[in-house]
């Protein structure tokens, strides 16, 4: 059973930084695209960014020169350095992969549990 586990949120103050982690664990054949989203209290979950397996990137512009997405692939791990945090940044942060479970199966997407993102002075 494949599991993605998050690490690295917590409360920062403004202008801080943070680097959250998600690691993918289990069986599996690989991974395609993972990503980072984000839901603030009252508010729908929004794209933060995404990682090819590749290593191509992509942002929403909001976080544009702030954040930078990376990963591991021989550790199965995706990563999000947060920085010049700003109180709008607050929400639950939630990793996310496309993973193939077996050779020639479709892929299918996994959610980890998400982690509490706070910018507040």
């Known amino acids: 059973q494949v599991q993605l586990v998050e690490s690295g949120g917590g409360l920062v103050q403004p202008g801080g930084s943070l680097r959250l982690s998600c690691a993918a664990s289990?069986?599996?054949?690989?991974?395609?695209?993972m990503g980072w989203y984000r839901q603030a209290p009252g508010k729908e979950r929004e794209l933060v960014a995404t990682i090819s397996s590749s290593g191509s990137t992509n942002y929403v512009g909001s976080v544009k020169d702030r954040f930078t997405i990376s990963r591991d692939n021989a550790k199965n791990t995706v990563y999000l350095q947060m920085n010049n945090l700003k109180p709008e940044d607050t929400a639950v942060y939630y990793c996310?992969?496309?993973?193939?479970?077996?050779?020639?199966?479709?892929?299918?997407?996994?959610w980890g549990q998400g982690t509490q993102v706070t910018v507040s002075s």
């Open positions: 289990g069986s599996f054949f690989l991974i395609n695209d």
């Open positions: 996310n992969a496309d993973i193939v479970p077996r050779t020639l199966s479709r892929s299918t997407g996994y």
